[in-house]
């Protein structure tokens, strides 16, 4: 399994730039969410009805991507219920192998270095 910067580059690698705009704002609002969701966790009592499912996972949002070489993305963000209490947490699959939200990160700080180069080079 190759590191989470390692594994983006590849990914971005075989690209298009129309894909790679895609992901780019699909995963901006994620990391927004993310940021807001990943340490937060609430009770409530409407899990009251799932005592006997002693722990589900809801999903909230997946978003799907390929490349030109068949390289799957998939990033599921779950909500957790266990008992009363609820938590959020994120999935991340590329190609099968499971990544922690590094992968994110550093697709993201691969993308913007892409998106700025071009931006400042026309100056």
Do not use: W
């Not at 909230?60 to 991507?65: E, T």
């Amino acid at each position: 399994m190759l590191d989470a910067s390692a594994a983006a580059q590849k990914f971005l690698d075989s690209t298009n730039e129309i894909d790679k705009q895609h992901l780019l704002n699909a995963l901006l609002g994620l990391d927004t969410t993310h940021n807001l969701n990943c340490n937060t966790s609430f009770y409530s009592y409407r899990n009251l009805k799932k005592i006997f499912h002693p722990k589900q996972s809801q999903a909230i949002q997946s978003l799907h991507f390929s490349n030109q070489t068949q390289d799957r993305l998939i990033i599921r963000q779950l909500k957790d219920h266990l008992f009363l209490k609820n938590s959020y947490r994120i999935e991340i699959l590329l190609n099968s192998q499971i990544y922690d939200y590094r992968l994110i990160k550093c697709l993201l700080e691969q993308l913007h270095e892409a998106c700025f180069v071009d931006v400042y080079s026309y100056a």
